[in-house]
């Protein structure tokens, strides 16, 4: 029972010391993520339209 106090306590002392990032860079990181989404997504499309071009012209 001992170990099981010490562990929750120790949960406890560690979630005080989390560094929660603030709202304006939350907002920074999560546009940088949607951005980089649609970038790659746009990059991925572009490239299966090539491939599936020159699968035509080849086959």
């Given at each position: 029972?001992?170990?099981i106090k010490?562990?929750?306590?120790?949960?406890?002392?560690e979630s005080k010391m989390v560094r929660w990032p603030s709202a304006k860079s939350m907002a920074k990181y999560s546009g940088v993520v949607l951005f980089l989404m649609v970038f790659f997504?746009?990059?991925f499309y572009g490239l299966d339209l090539v491939f599936t071009f020159v699968k035509g012209l080849v086959g």
């Open positions: 029972m001992k170990k010490a562990f929750f306590k120790g949960i406890k002392q997504g746009v990059y």
